[in-house]
């Protein structure tokens, strides 16, 4: 509508009817072509962009595009240009088939976004003399009695010619003839036919048979020709032709009549008698074979009844010419047309078709935004054609019809929210006014977008794992997950080691899969160099901007029994495991020969030494405690028993594939006064030696013996000591594995403490001076530190 059109219908000045026609007429305009058939693909019809007042540099960024409606696509758009062009040939005959009009068009919509605006545009496809007439027979035969009237018309077979106008069929020639010409009559559809006309009274006797030839010829430039053959028996005598009682007989039939119901039962008599009085009818040359396929007629009593379903939508109306023919000796004829207006039901249901649609769309769209573009249609008529659309009222979507009732728009009417719902499965319903109504669906699944506004989450907060010792370099070892309540990229999370948080040390020997999480170790550990640590990694989307959360990881070492045992006693100076001992002969049973000290740097029963007497001269002679390596004379020495004993012992851990190491410790037995210059000699020996032991060695004995005496020194006082300011209780016994711990509880002062060592035998008690340990307490998560066969217990039983 223009501006001034606009104002004056403000002004109240200009009939409103003229200011709705105005709105309605560009909303409607329609924009018409014309093209002959048959054109070269690719040929231009015309520039679109310029007839509709398009700039052509918008046509991409606007998705323009042509959609013909209810045919094939045999337009297209050439969005560089804007030019309407030939996508395939286009054949009038076959796209308009029907000769009812001489028009022929095709209907086509032309839709652009951004916003979007829909035009209506009729491209009519003109005729070309591109068909020759023909006949549906190309040979007639007519019997024709000696005894009719000159002047009395015969049907003949008429020619078709696919073409429409002028370029259909226009005359007929008949060759020469005495005794025929004939007549031309044009159809209601503008068809010409050629009547064989009795000019001159047959002889029999002169000339039975009359061959002719009948020549259709169209109008086109240049026109085309077809011909056919007529054969002419004259026959004798039968002078009465059947009548009807009627020349035209009009009757309505609903769609979807069931087959074999009755449509029309005619009637012809004829006044001869006997066999010439005797009528058969039937179809005449005329009636299409169409029409013969859908309705039967019976040839005895006239009735015609209906042969195959009827569609209106297929053909609205039939016609036919029934000649109803007498049995004579010459058999004469009369004829009748026959119309069948077919009378429409409500049989299609609406047709939804989607035009224009986007999606997936962020939750946060204005209202009012359109989604999609909804073209509806019913190939029935009047109120039966009509159709309306709805949707669910529950959807934060609605549907805005156009003004023809064609098309609806599909817009929001609420906000979106994609953390409620992440996609809407839209069913629009259209439903048309017929008395039975029919309804049909269309489901449009909406995605919405989401914004970024969700920061990925871990499973867990902090991650606690566990990794034995002496793992393989570069495997996965533990991984952690982080999920992200955003969809799409906005929910693809990244994992990255944070190396500049405390402990970035550590993380110069961890890699982790940016992936899926998992965490491998460059290198393998050692429990006995490292037993815990802790590092932070961070999740992060891939959003834009990227969001980002993180956790810390504890890590565990966990110990292995790779270290075996290490005799610190004895040791001599070649560095082999391996002792000279002498004792005097009148020792008693139970003198204690010496000890034999190890170490395992494990922990735990890893860490666990057992000692066992592998080999000795005399198994009467000594004993050797299993848990602390003394040996001991288990009788008296006589002056029978030989004066150098040889003891092998073996020293194994407990872990689950044992490991040990074996020392040697030669007995001597010497007089009681040699035995005392044997240890002068051997301690000046000693001294001379002791440039050859190691520093490392001597610290260790050291420290090794002043643990001991202090641990006897301890239990000692805590036994003995019945001092009322420091005194101590034993309180209980733990066994807690069942047969290789056990513990005591005493109190000092205000405070209670636990002692924690290896089960002895039955009635012994804890020794000091053993090796380190580890207890494992039963929710296998904390352990106390235990060193030298005791331990002070820390974290789960400090209460005690």
Known sequence: MTEPVKRLCRTGYVFPFLCLFATWSVVLSVTHYSVPEEMEEGSVVANLAADLGLEVKTLKSRRMRVDVVANKKYLGINKDTGELYILERVDREFLCPSKTTSHCFLKLDATIENPIRMFNIEVEVTDINDNAPHFRRGTMHLDISESSPVGERFSLNNAADPDVGTNSVKNYHLSASDNFAIEIQTGRDGTKFADLVLKKALDREQQAVHNLILTAVDGGVPTRTGTASIIVRVLDVNDNAPSFDKDQYVVDVMENSPIGSLVIKLNATDLDEGSNSDISYSYSLYTSERTQMMFNLNPENGEIRVKEMINYEDLKLYEMEVIASDKGPTSLSGQCRVTIQVTDMNDNHPEISIKSFQSPVKENVATDTVIAVVSVSDKDSGDNGQVVCSLSDSLPFDLKPSPDGQSYSLITKDYLDKEMSHMYNITITA??????????????????????????????????????????????????????????????????????????????????????????????????????FQFQVVATDSGTPSLSSNVTVNVFILDQNDNAPVILYPLSSNGSAEGVEEIPRNVNAGHLVTKVRAYDADIGYNGWLLFSLQEVTDHSLFGLDRY?????????????????????????????????ATATVIVKLVEPKEAFAASDVKSAANDDEGNDVTFYLMITLGAVSVLFIISIIVLIAMQCSKSTDYTSKYLQETNYDGTLCHSIQYRSGDKRYMLVGPRMSIGSTIVPGSHANTLVLPDRRKACEVRHDFCLCLSRYQSY
């Open 431 to 532: 439903k048309d006014l017929g008395s039975a109504s029919l309804s049909s669906t269309k489901l449009i699944q909406v995605d919405v977008l989401d914004v970024n506004d969700n920061s990925p989450l871990f499973t867990e907060s902090p991650y606690t794992f566990y990794v034995p010792e002496n793992n393989k370099a570069g495997l996965s070892i533990f991984s952690v997950t982080a999920t992200d309540a955003d969809g799409g990229e906005n929910a693809v999370v990244s994992y990255f080691l944070n190396r500049k948080s405390t402990g970035s040390s550590v993380t110069s020997f961890l890699n982790i899969n940016e992936a899926n999480g998992e965490i491998s170790a460059l290198k393998s550990f050692d429990f006995e160099t490292l037993k815990t």
């Open 628 to 660: 602390t390596g003394q040996i001991r004379t288990l009788r008296s020495f006589t002056e029978t028993d030989e004066a150098e004993h040889k003891l092998v012992i073996l020293v194994k851990d407990n872990g689950n594939v044992s490991l040990s």
